[in-house]
């Protein structure tokens, strides 16, 4: 075991006195529990989240053009050619 120092606000230690008294726990235990249930969650989306952000990437992805390959490499070498002359209202070599 680690020893840690941390400091915590009087209603934050209130309530882990509580949890810890209330689950026969020691304070350290109910915070080493609290941390890997915390760190197991952590940045996952809840399901209504998930069910927001697939709706969106459908609509989005709905919205994506229908073109023939051949067109999107031209126009793609179309935007790398302006890139290199310098794109629409350059003001030439510097």
Do not use: C, H, N, W
């Not at 008294?21 to 915390?38: C, N, Q, W």
């Not at 994506?64 to 350059?90: H, W």
């Amino acid at each position: 075991m680690i020893k840690v120092t941390f400091t915590l606000d009087e209603e934050t230690a209130s309530y882990l006195d509580r949890t810890a008294e209330r689950l026969r726990m020691s304070k350290s235990r109910v915070v080493r529990e609290a941390i890997r249930i915390y760190g197991e969650q952590a940045g996952r989306l809840s399901s209504e989240e998930r069910a927001r952000l697939l709706e969106l990437f459908a609509e989005v992805t709905a919205r994506i053009p229908d073109r023939p390959r051949a067109e999107v490499e031209q126009e793609l070498d179309d935007v790398r050619t302006a890139r290199k002359e310098g794109g629409r209202g350059s003001l030439g070599p510097r």
